[in-house]
């Protein structure tokens, strides 16, 4: 896989989120001669991310389609594992179904700068273990959540790797 152009597909929510933003942007100038994809409807987005030419936003009806073609679906989202209410985890089982859809398409599942909830119901906690089951890689961002991930049985590659959006001010001072 070295030396091929590998499809990306960035999943996160992108629409004026600043961690999900900057690590977006961060990926794109770091990986200049990937392609990364992008579906979305929404105007704001096309706009904030414009001047990428390795970035393809592209209409959110040709998605399922596409992922079968993708060799990673990378998942940018800090609270991608919360479930407070019995709602969040009915939605969390619906996108467990497409994640092993695109699992079953031999696409690798990232999940980068996630973090978990500090109280899970027993029933939500199995069901954010099934998903990061199906993952290839997940690096969270804090020690609470990679102790969890310590815990649970069958979970290899994971990683901790501190917020990106606060370890930046090492590189960019910000002046009073």
Not at 28 to 56: D, M
Not at 102 to 113: Q, Y
């Amino acid at each position: 896989m070295r030396n091929k152009n590998i499809k990306i597909v960035i999943s996160g929510y992108l629409d004026n989120n600043i961690g999900d933003g900057l690590m977006t942007k961060l990926l794109l100038k770091n990986f200049p001669k990937q392609q990364f994809y992008h579906y979305t409807n929404k105007t704001i987005i096309k706009n904030t991310f414009k001047g990428f030419e390795n970035l393809k936003i592209c209409d959110l009806s040709s998605e399922k389609e596409d992922l079968k073609e993708m060799d990673i679906y990378l998942r940018i989202d800090g609270s991608i594992f919360q479930i407070q209410s019995i709602m969040q985890n009915i939605r969390r089982r619906i996108n467990l179904c497409k994640l092993r859809g695109i699992k079953r398409s031999k696409t690798h599942i990232v999940v980068l700068g996630s973090n978990f909830d500090s109280k899970y119901k027993r029933s939500a906690l199995k069901t954010v273990q099934k998903e990061i089951k199906l993952n290839s890689l997940t690096v969270v961002r804090d020690e609470h959540s990679y102790e969890m991930l310590k815990g649970f049985k069958r979970i290899k590659n994971y990683h901790l790797a501190y917020d990106i959006a606060y370890n930046l001010s090492e590189f960019y001072p910000i002046k009073d």
